[in-house]
Nanobody
Framework: QVQLLESGGGLVQAGDSLRLSCVASGRTFSRYNMGWFRQAPGKEREFVAAISWGAGTTYYADSMKGRFTISRDNAKNTVYLQIYSLKPEDTAVYYC????????????WGQGTQVTVSS
């Protein structure tokens, strides 16, 4: 069982940068592949990025490449999402998720953190 808690969201201006954090409970965090997703108002949840358990492999949605960076610190049970040059269309609730298998399905989800970008 893994519990995930996101933080770092807030109200920012277009062009700002933001780093989201997701802290996981449990002693087996390092065995999980981690992902970030987001859901904008009125839209479906979409994949942002993923990182393998050993941080050796990262994946990004094509539309997210360049401005988003995923990383993790297994010693701190934390996965990060750095967002650069924020745009109003980045406004969404950002979720982290954990999976034993690197793929499209995730077993555990956090409650999300709201990011609002003003123009």
């Amino acid at each position: 069982q893994v519990q995930l808690l996101e933080s770092g969201g807030g109200l920012v201006q277009a062009g700002d940068s933001l780093r989201l954090s997701c802290v996981a409970s449990g002693r087996t965090f390092s065995r999980y592949n981690m992902g970030w997703f987001r859901q904008a108002p009125g839209k479906e949840r979409e994949f942002v990025a993923a990182i393998s358990w050993g941080a050796g492999t990262t994946y990004y949605a094509d539309s997210m490449k360049g401005r988003f960076t995923i990383s993790r610190d297994n010693a701190k049970n934390t996965v990060y999402l750095q967002i650069y040059s924020l745009k109003p269309e980045d406004t969404a609730v950002y979720y982290c998720a954990a999976s034993m298998v690197l793929g499209p399905t995730y077993d555990y989800w956090g409650q999300g953190t709201q990011v609002t970008v003003s123009s």
